[in-house]
């Protein structure tokens, strides 16, 4: 029998403590789409995401991220992941479908580095409304409504203050690829950069011991189709007062970025395009040295080494 | 034991009757690096491709395709895709290692609609000469030295006089997704764009009784990672005196298209950018009705419906 | 004395039969900014324009341009416009400051074409709502508020049935500069791009003997920054179910345009990016043959030529 | 009588060290054409530029710049702004037509800031060889052909060590307007960015009182027509191992900017688009404080502040 396989990416699910202030920032300024707000969440998606949302936003106590959600290739995959990590003595939780809106039976379970992750496969598509509806058969939502508005979700970077490599193998037997990745001088890989999908990363793991509690969120990335959407980010966000770190080209995965901050939750969302897709079947992970980090991190434009906003990143709780 | 399974699209091998021509096209026109020549056969691929090539070109009497290339996600999957394609009553033709430079053992046979596949698993990725070394670690050769410079191979579409629906059958049978089609007034699909990857297609291929042999091919395309590329590749082209259809955007795969002939051969090179990524693994082909056909060619720009270089398509032997 | 001089093309008075649409069209679509409505006239101008208008509009029987607004260069220069035009023995209507709201005393006259053309040297400069304000000291609106959101009014080109070398003479009087034209096969100059400014042209002014009125306008044109820009409104365009011709570039001007037409009034709108500016003192008009024609309209993308939606224009009143 | 007016930035004349370095940097990687070279001078254009040539590249001991060239608007300006000059005291030296190749009568006088200013009317305009030749009447060489490929000459940046406020005024009698400037906490003008064409400076100057000799050159900007061309100028450079800054945005002229320094001569270029244009004769100049200089320089992206390569400069002799 084939092993249980992870498909994609699904969603983030944030708290904010300034629920008008976060919904603004993505609704408006990001320019995401609201599918349905249920019992105070409400759920976002892009123009180009293809289900029920992509983002979820409820009002709490702190900026914090609950949980980051994956579909499996299969419906039968749910359960499958649940038997394979209960054998490895993994807590695994059940939720029944439609516990989360628009969602199917799920699980959820701790990687060792602190982070819930939630394993679903049946998801709602609830058809835009009809003035909201793209004129093209294969997309959900008419593109550039308002704000930056990119396409999709494109992948999610964590931090932890535990032994990365744990996570690393545990990532490994979930179907995660290890793809780039860097080498501390101790001989430790200390940031990972690992995809289920031909992205160079769905995820992004780094190891950040100085860290104030145990699993942090870094950021979202939601990816633009070409580079001057980018540049024209830079102005919107300029023009809101709102403060970024960018545009500049990674290194590692060569795509051009932009961080910025929801002003809400103080949760950082990576505006993101170009980069390289990976089809090699037999790929080899590409090494980057602690010499070579800061070339790594940014090829050119705005750097984000030093930069204090990007130093921060929220809890996952 | 699980199916033997295609991971991406490799190479053609393209003939042509003015070698001369042909190179310059692809080489200074297109961008393409030369890998190496070997027995008067050029194999070239472009900066971001990871492989030995990804279109070798020859002389010979008339503009043809020899082959298409497909590279398996494992070693195995070569010799079990044979022992299938024999059971199936299908003649392969099997090619010791080496026997095409760069390429490991492979097995040749042809599509019903006439169309000759290749399946390969192992490829060297000879280095690039030092001077053409790009300063990434993660990509191949340097970026933009010379023409249009698309950064990979990206799909290749096929026409055939035979019954598509036969073909589509067969090519699920190895493995490709239907993404999206055109179904025509009688009920049969007549053009279906197929992958393998998260690409919208890795081939697309069109029933067009009317042509000159049984099985043509219409392009390759090279990609992009900006629309901005494809707009300069028309100044390139135009300063060229090479004639073109585009630039224009598909409904179907949403992707921007500019369509230029090789001066030598006659065939057909897509340049192309945009476009969306299917991660969804239940993933509902999108259906195009021949009203919508016009739509789905062209969703805005240069049409391609009704240009007379849209209708010259070269043999595929 | 030197002779009076016009600076700039400042506005194009429009009046459409369906208010509604045409202001939605041009405040949500295209994305100009209100400055004001005053009796009915709606005074529009783009984020980057810097004056009180540069289109206004208002209920009428019929769609066309009342006039076309051009600020002199210095105050005196109105009145001295006036008096050399009434000594050639033209026409000259005189408004006193503040008749069209925002503007000066100004003059108006006829065109040997039959386009009314004001001048005028005072114009206000109203300052936008705080929440729409550039945070750029030398911007008036946020950019990209809405809309294709171009940044400012480019030119204006107009059509006649009367001999359009007449009317060449008389802009020349009047300042205008001879950049590029369209010589027909009898040695007639029937297609003329002129202006006052670096641009290549302000006013384009073309013979077109079977038109049903003798003085139409074809479109104005509103500046975008990137070629980008272009292509994303072509998106926006094509999501309001709005047909357009375009992207295409011209060979004459070199531009990238799109023209598209103001649902309310038959107005055509280009928008339009690139091109070259003209700072040479002794610069030689380029002229083009009625073989160079097609080249010179189309360098490349999707042709004006032939196409419907090009052969409309709307009644210069 | 009227004045005499400038119409054009002309040209720098550069001396370098390093003569093989800098012209491999000027035509391969900046992708400048050579009209010709004369005794050791190389004569250099842009593919967009409309004259013999914008920069000039000859050997020397030191990397320094020895005029800056600038076209009148008639050919009688020449004569009269030396008689002018010299009225005011001023030295003129007057060089006949041919002793700069290309280049008819001119005069050359020193700027109270130690900048030789150089002024001709006359220029030859020699056709590129035909392989070179632009298919479009209106445009000199072929587009992209290598390297970054910019369009056309843009403007000039100087600095003085002397008070910056006498040449401004000096300037301004030339018939220079003032665009933009920075004003510091004394109220003193300490950098202004001035224009004769509608462009926001053809010219700026900036006083820097800690400068090793008088008068030294900032850089000169060449015009490329996309945002996207710089992104591609940013992957070039880096491919060439050329450090650079940028890519970022200016408040003050609106302009997107990479900064990078020809490795042979240390003069540095503006590769530079976007931007506002100045068509209003009533131009208000915008004045930015010292609070909001930093802001004036960088709206966003890779800031000019406190980059070592930002305060090197070459010496105006």
Redesign the interface.
């Known amino acids: 029998m ?1 092993n249980p396989e992870i ?2 990416l699904g969603y983030v699910s944030l708290v904010t403590p300034d629920l008008e202030a976060s919904l603004h920032f993505f609704k408006e300024v990001i320019g995401l789409e609201e599918t349905v707000e249920i019992d105070g969440v409400h759920y976002l998606r892009a123009w ?1 995401d ?2 029920h949302h992509t983002l979820s936003i409820e009002k709490g106590d702190s900026g914090h991220v609950k949980y980051i959600g994956w ?4 419906r039968k995959d749910v359960g499958e992941f649940r038997e394979l990590l209960e054998n490895d003595g993994v807590q695994v939780d059940y939720y029944a479908a439609g516990e989360t809106p628009g969602i199917g039976e799920a699980i959820r379970f701790r990687l060792p580095s602190g982070h819930t992750f939630e394993l679903y496969y049946d998801i709602e598509r609830p058809a835009p409304e009809e003035h909201q509806k ?6 959900t939502y ?3 409504a ?1 704000g930056i508005s990119p ?2 979700l494109d992948h999610v970077n964590i931090h932890t203050t535990t032994d990365a490599g744990i996570t690393y193998e545990f990532l490994k037997e979930l179907g995660f690829n290890m793809r ?1 990745y860097l080498r501390d001088d101790n001989g430790d890989i200390i940031a990972g950069w690992m995809s289920v ?3 160079v990363h769905d995820v992004a793991l780094a190891q950040k011991p100085s860290l104030p509690s145990p699993a942090r969120i870094h950021h979202i990335s939601y990816w633009s ?5 980018i ?2 980010a ?6 809101n ?1 709102i403060k ?1 770190i ?4 990674h ?4 795509a ?1 970025y932009l961080y910025v901050m929801d002003p809400g939750s103080g949760f950082r969302v990576e505006l993101f ?2 980069g ?2 990976i ?3 037999d790929w080899e992970p ?3 040295t602690m010499k ?1 980090r800061v070339f790594g991190n940014t ?5 984000v080494q030093d930069k204090e906003l990007n130093n921060i990143t929220i809890e996952a709780k």
Chains 1, 2, 3, 4 share one sequence.
Do not use: C, H, M
Not at 71 to 74: D, I
Not at 134 to 139: E, F, H
Not at 225 to 229: E, H, L, Y
């Open positions: 084939a498909a994609k180009g293809f289900q579909r499996t290739k299969n793209s004129v093209l058969k294969n997309q008419k593109a550039w308002k396409r999709r780039e999908t031909q992205l189709d070409d580079s001057q959407d540049l024209r830079a102005d919107i966000l300029s023009e007062n970024f960018g545009p500049g080209k290194g590692i995965s060569q051009l395009t170009g390289y897709l089809f090699e079947p590409v090494e980057w070579e090829y050119w434009g705005d750097s």
